[in-house]
């Protein structure tokens, strides 16, 4: 049944395509509808091919389906490819069945928008794209859904492009990401040029053969794309603004699937990191310092939104840390799990946006909304307590492999950073929680939960956030893990440091230091946490402004790229290059100018003509004879 | 026969260069056509005078040609110049400089 | 030693009439002057040994075409005298220096080819044996019979072409014609 695979992505493409071709014919939420419809068949699809792949031995888990030869030059051979195996498998689970989701709650929530039908037509090519990245058996088809997914996030954060804003947010997405993609482009050049190949079969399993630095470079250059689709530093700086775009949005996009990518591509290629000796340690500093960093930042949040984006990519920090742990499947049951949650909370704040009059996302103008839209407040709770790592629920268990990697390995310096990141997370997202949905309700209006469309959506993502954690109960036995054992390997065995269990209670321990000290100073009532405000205004506004990272980009990047851009604008070409257009115009035009005087129309000017020349012709031959 | 052949040539010279200086200097159109007759007569001197050298009769024959198509030329040229004159009620070449740039 | 004297009897003629002609500020005049060259020149052709060039000169040239010439011009009714001022500035100097030049030049190509007093000539009578005519057109008809009947169509051609351009334009005339019945219906 694994000829099924290519229709997972075909079906969205169609979905996207009708949409797009006879938009504004679908009357109300039709358009809505068929979208999540063509997701839902593509996750009915997964599932089949899923069941499949379970159905058969360990060893037999992986099947190629090759639609047609796509390139052929020379030796270099790229086909339309897809690649089934338990990695792509659970992404193509994941990004349809919270793609379908999200798709179900936008048809209420984009209701009455102008561009109804575009929307959900970009949303399906999204899903499209995703999928055939996580599909892809090959990295130029890889490539193809990469920059696809890029572009389709180009188009879904500028969607509301009558605001200044969200078109600013949605060029600054697209042309960071773009840094990380043209190193991700140079890495497959460079990878061809050592393999003669891009198939993950011909390059993958010989990667360990590569020289030392040759796999370094090579891996850098993979983990530089990762890094700007997955919002890592130092290119973070465009999610937080990208949540300019529609709430559902965000979470698709911005959230559960593509900024997980990166972490796809790592996790994918591991072979190639492991052939190096320090890439993955890399890897690991990088994600973990980005976690700390946007722990710090996310606590100084006052909108929602970018509340929750800061926390995604501390998050994606916490994947990538797991990742070059050599935690591959605590890495991807990371990604899962944070699918579910991070869609729930996203979508909890996109209900709350809707209840709250003008799209209020401030939270310090919320709070104690838990009465007045209980049901997205239980929903949010769920997403909370799974993202702070409290049991049973699956962020504690994935957040918990990840974390408890570090000791593991035995590098006890990184363990002690990563639970003082987890520590962060709960502190954050605690504070989230009690801003918007408990304390004295400072908001206006009168919020009531949502439609009964978007409540399904919410419930069902707070159940997969809820029971996710069943996959991967243990980092060695867990379902997850052995699943995925044939592409990322078994799961380490513990080398040092206390045993898994300890851990487990370890990591609890920090969730709820984080989970009281926000108690204590924001709900507790014993500090008026409006006065520390202002008393740590400064550091306040360092967290909030994201250590002043983008405005450090803006000052050394932008503006001597914009000078630099003006100096070409208006001096290199108006002057320059028009200048010399034009000046060779005004020559040829005054030189012919000049040259008409000697058109007398007078024959016998002409004529002289003929005769001088006669007369030079004859004296050359006389003088040279 | 004790004239020189070069002598034929230089009046077949002297006679070509004024039909030319008369080509260059005249403004009547009929006077500027008698000068290339001139012109075309002097060259028929000339091929004469390399009949007589050579000592063979091709020169001549050429010559020949040549007044057969001066013949013709003078018809055409001629009813050239009628026709302008009627167009413009004047033989003076200058006056035709549509050409003019 | 008769064609000595007569070469130099009729070379200054010959020169003399053709500066006069090029000078002359009436038509008639410059015609009447061309037929005095064209005679000369015939004498030039009967010292080079050219009988037949000499009869066909006279009648063909000073004869037919010069009285063409006269007829056009007695057409036109230009035979008055017209000024020679010259209108195009440095024209007549370029002129003169031109042809100073081409004078000068051909001169050296003389001097260059033949020498410019060589005295020895071929013998010409073994050439014309059977007369001039007789020898011209077996050289004519042998050699060159095919461009002789070529020029048969040059001059039904030179005909033609004379014809259309000398008549009035009829078909303007019908045009204006038919315009006018048109007008009246």
Redesign the interface.
């Known amino acids: 049944m694994n000829i099924l695979a290519p229709f997972i992505p075909a079906i969205p493409l169609a979905g996207a395509a009708v949409l797009l071709l006879t938009g504004p014919r679908w009357r109300d939420r039709s358009a809505g509808w068929l979208a999540s419809a063509a997701v839902a068949v593509a996750f009915g699809l997964a599932v089949t091919v899923f069941g499949t792949l379970v159905s058969r031995p360990v060893t037999l888990r992986l099947s190629h389906v090759s639609l047609f030869e796509w390139i052929g030059v020379g030796s270099f051979r790229v086909d339309i490819a897809f690649r089934v195996d338990p990695l792509s498998t659970v992404m193509a689970l994941t990004v349809t069945g919270v793609g379908a989701m999200i798709h179900l709650y936008a048809v209420d929530y984009m209701r009455g928008d102008p561009r109804y039908a575009r929307f959900f037509a970009y949303m399906n090519l999204f899903v499209f794209f995703m999928l055939v990245l996580v599909l892809a058996d090959n990295y130029l088809l890889l490539y193809v859904g990469w920059e696809g997914v890029g572009l389709c996030s180009y188009l879904l954060i500028g969607f509301w492009f009558e605001r200044k804003t969200a078109a600013d947010a949605a060029k600054k997405a697209f042309v960071t990401t773009r840094i990380g993609d043209s190193a991700l482009l140079i890495g497959l050049i460079f990878m061809w040029s050592r393999f003669g190949s891009l198939d993950f079969d011909r390059v993958l399993p010989h990667a360990h053969a590569l020289a030392n630095g040759t796999a370094t470079v090579m891996a850098m250059l993979l983990f530089a794309g990762a890094v700007g689709k997955s919002a890592q530093l130092p290119l973070h700086v465009w999610l937080p603004d990208a949540m300019e775009g529609p709430t559902p949005v965000s979470a698709l996009i911005h959230a559960a699937t593509m900024v997980t990518a990166g972490v796809y591509l790592v996790v994918r290629s591991h072979q190639i990191f492991e052939a190096s000796g320090v890439a993955l340690t890399i890897v690991a500093v990088v994600g973990l310092v980005t976690a700390i960093y946007a722990g710090l930042s996310a606590i100084g949040q006052d909108d929602i939104k970018r509340m929750l984006a800061y926390s995604t990519i501390s998050q994606l920090g916490f994947m990538f840390f797991g990742a070059g742990m050599g935690a591959y499947s605590a890495a991807i049951f990371l990604l899962v799990a944070h699918a579910f949650f991070k869609a729930v909370l996203f979508l909890g704040a996109g209900s709350v946006m809707h209840a709250l009059p003008d799209e209020e996302t401030d939270m310090t103008r919320m709070g104690g909304l838990r009465r007045a839209m209980p049901l997205t407040a239980v929903t949010w709770v769920v997403g909370w307590l799974a993202m702070a790592g409290i049991p049973p629920l699956s962020g504690f268990f994935a957040k918990d492999q990840v974390v408890a990697a570090a000791s593991q390995a035995g590098r006890i310096g990184l363990w002690y950073a990563a639970l003082f990141g987890a520590l962060l997370t709960a502190l954050y997202e605690t504070r989230g929680t009690f801003l918007t949905f408990f304390g004295e309700p400072r908001h206006r209006g009168h919020p009531h939960d949502p439609p009964s469309l978007m409540r399904t959506a919410l419930v069902s993502l707070a159940v997969g956030a809820a029971l996710a954690g069943v996959l991967g109960l243990s980092a060695t036995s867990g379902l997850l893990p052995k699943f995925l054992t044939p592409v990322v390997g078994p799961t380490k065995e513990a080398v040092a440091g206390p045993s898994e269990l300890v851990l487990s209670i370890i990591s609890v321990a920090v969730a709820l230091v984080g989970i009281l000290t926000a108690w204590l100073v924001y709900l507790s009532g014993r500090i008026d946490w409006m006065a520390l405000r202002v008393r740590f205004a400064s550091a306040k506004r360092t967290f909030q402004r994201g250590f002043y990272v983008n405005d450090f980009y803006s000052g050394a990047i932008v503006g001597p790229a914009k000078l630099a851009a003006a100096f070409v604008a208006y001096v290199v070409d108006r002057r320059v290059v028009d200048g010399t257009l034009t000046g060779i115009g005004r020559l040829v035009s005054s030189s012919a100018g000049a040259a008409?005087?000697?058109?007398?129309?007078?024959?016998?000017t002409y004529?002289?003509g003929i005769?001088l020349g006669a007369t030079a012709v004859l004296g050359y031959l006389v003088v040279r004879s | 026969?004790?004239?020189?052949?070069?002598?034929?040539?230089?009046?077949s010279?002297?006679?070509?260069?004024?039909?030319?200086?008369?080509?260059?200097?005249?403004?009547?159109a009929?006077?500027i056509?008698?000068?290339i007759?001139?012109q075309l007569?002097a060259v028929?001197?000339a091929l004469?005078?390399f009949?007589?050298?050579?000592?063979?009769?091709?020169g001549?024959?050429l010559?020949?040609?040549s007044?057969?198509?001066?013949?013709?030329?003078?018809?055409?040229g001629?009813?050239?110049?009628?026709?302008l004159?009627?167009k413009r009620r004047s033989?003076d070449?200058?006056d035709?400089?549509?050409?003019?740039? | 030693?008769a064609?000595?004297y007569a070469?130099w009897l009729i070379?200054p003629i010959?020169?003399l009439s053709?500066?006069a002609?090029?000078l002359?500020r009436n038509?008639v005049h410059?015609?009447l002057l061309?037929i005095v060259?064209?005679f000369t020149?015939a004498v030039?052709?009967l010292?080079?040994?050219?009988s037949?060039?000499f009869v066909?000169?006279i009648i063909?040239?000073a004869g037919?075409?010069m009285v063409?010439?006269l007829f056009?011009?007695m057409?036109?009714g230009?035979d008055r005298p017209?000024p020679l001022t010259?209108?195009?500035r440095g024209?007549?100097w370029?002129?003169?220096v031109?042809?100073?030049a081409?004078?000068l030049e051909?001169?050296l190509a003389?001097?260059l080819g033949?020498?410019?007093?060589?005295?020895k000539?071929?013998?010409?009578s073994r050439?014309n044996a059977g007369g001039n005519v007789r020898?011209?057109a077996r050289?004519?008809f042998n050699?060159?019979f095919f461009?002789?009947e070529v020029?048969s169509i040059?001059?039904t051609?030179?005909?033609i072409?004379?014809?259309l351009?000398?008549r009035?334009n009829i078909a303007e005339e019908e045009t204006v014609d038919t315009a006018v019945g048109e007008t009246a219906t």
Not at chain 2, 96 to 101: E, I, P, R, V
Not at chain 3, 47 to 50: A, E, F, M, V, Y
């Open positions: 008409r005087r000697a058109q007398t129309g007078l024959v016998r004529a002289v005769l | 026969m004790r004239t020189p052949i070069s002598y034929f040539l230089l009046v010279a002297l006679l070509f260069t004024i039909g030319t200086v008369g080509v260059l200097v005249r403004r009547n009929l006077i056509f008698m000068s007759e001139l007569n028929n001197l004469v005078a009949s007589r050298q050579n000592g063979n009769l091709t001549q024959v010559a020949f040609f007044m057969v198509v001066a013949a013709a030329e003078v018809v055409v001629l009813a050239i110049i009628v026709s004159y009627r033989a070449v200058d035709a400089s549509l050409l003019k740039g | 030693m064609d000595w070469f070379a010959s020169i053709a500066g002609m090029v002359a038509a410059a015609a061309l060259n064209f020149l030039f052709f010292i080079l040994g050219s037949f060039l066909v000169q063909v040239y037919a075409i063409l010439f056009v011009i057409l036109l230009v017209v010259e209108r195009i024209q007549r370029i002129a003169t031109l042809g100073l081409l004078v051909i001169g003389v001097r033949l020498g410019l007093s060589t005295g000539v071929p013998d010409f050439v020898a011209l050289v004519l050699s060159y461009p002789f020029t040059l001059l051609v030179a005909a072409g004379a014809m351009h000398g009035r």
